[in-house]
């Protein structure tokens, strides 16, 4: 696997490494060898199979390209240079059951759908929440139409977590604890609609940050109480951060819901290439094994949905 710079910056999430290495373009996943792709032994009628579900355009370029913010671990990420993580361990997986490759452009989450929506990318693979809203073409926190809309492959299900500083000084358990404080949340994600929705007689004070690892340098900082994100990456935070010192977990998992590959509604082809292609590696083990390697088998799904978002 080898990446090249490519195409100018369009996405941010979380890695302060990541700033120098998008001002040089974006990354690139060129190889279908991502670490975790030792998949059982497949027969070439069944590879063939599954090539031949592809639009033609995807089988005469060998590409997929996908859009992705490469700052999210343990979600998506940048290590040596190369891209690491769950999204483009299983991408690489995929590709290896398609025949073909991702192509993985790095640009700014909550831009995503729209570059998308004018043919920039032919998936978007980020850690996104599987929504009705974004299924219909609606951003979450904007509220803004972003196109026709989406359909998702669900890959995996996850809920929304609570990261606060060591020791929890402030003792919040749930989003209730949360009013009345500041509370630092990633511009464009599901998370905000979640503090919004969250009844409060005194008002938390939400503060949209353009990554998550903005939203960690404020908690570090003690300019917030709490920062919120998807369960992956907090928990990732909390083991990693300061050799594990800097912050914890509070509570449980909250409203937890499947992730999904986003295609055009209008590229049915690619959508069901893709859900085969992802319940192969789940018969085949080599999904599993990604989720182990990551942690994060407690998401695992039986099969690849469709719109399977609320």
Known sequence: MTIHASRGPIVTRRLAVLGALAAAGALVLTGCGGGSDKSAPRTDTEREALHDMLPDAVKKSGVITVGSEMAYPPMEFVRNGKPAGIDPDLAAALGNELGVRFQFDNGTFDTLLGAQQSKRYDVVMSALSDTSDRQEGIEPASGMRTGEGVDFVDYLVSGSSILVRKGNPDHIETLANLCGKNVAVQSGSTTYDLLQGQACDDPMKIETVASYSDAQDHLKAGDVAAAVA????????????????????????????????????????????????????????????????????????????INGGS
């Open 230 to 305: 998807d369960f992956p990456v907090s928990a990732y935070a909390a083991k990693t951060s300061g050799g594990g010192e800097d912050f914890e977990l509070a509570g449980e998992q909250i409203d937890p819901g499947p992730y999904g590959i986003a295609v055009l509604k209008s590229n049915t082809e690619l959508r069901d290439a893709l859900r085969a292609a992802l319940n192969a590696t789940i018969q085949n083990g080599t999904y599993e094994k990604v989720l182990t390697k990551w942690n994060v088998t407690d998401g695992a799904m039986s099969e690849g949905a």
